[in-house]
Nanobody
Framework: QVQLVESGGGLVQPGGSLRLSCANS????????MGWYRQAPGKQRELVAT???????RYVDSVKGRFTVSRDKAKNTMYLQLNSLKPEDTAVYYC?????????WGQGTQVTVSS
């Protein structure tokens, strides 16, 4: 049974950085395209970054040049490096497959960007 666990969030000032981690209990990174999603208060969940099993990455325009997705297959872990953070990046961040699978949603990790 797949379990995805996000971590690494926190409170950071505008312009700061964080690195989020997504640990999974299996080897799904070799099988699926994975994504980082986020949900801000009062807004729908949105997909912000994807990485294929071959390592190809894509980003939504609002984070392009600031966020970097990567993964370590040996550690069964995916990462999202967040740089030059803005208040509008405040959200709960989740990882899941593309397309998302309801059973794979974890608790997420809260990122708050505020001075």
């Amino acid at each position: 049974q797949v379990q995805l666990v996000e971590s690494g969030g926190g409170l950071v000032q505008p312009g700061g950085s964080l690195r989020l981690s997504c640990a999974n209990s299996g080897s799904i990174f070799s099988l699926y395209t994975m994504g980082w999603y986020r949900q801000a208060p009062g807004k729908q969940r949105e997909l912000v970054a994807t990485i294929t099993s071959g390592g190809t990455t894509r980003y939504v325009d609002s984070v392009k040049g600031r966020f970097t997705v990567s993964r370590d297959k040996a550690k069964n872990t995916m990462y999202l490096q967040l740089n030059s953070l803005k208040p509008e990046d405040t959200a709960v961040y989740y990882c899941n497959t593309i397309p998302s699978r309801p059973a794979y949603w974890g608790q997420g990790t809260q990122v708050t960007v505020s001075s």
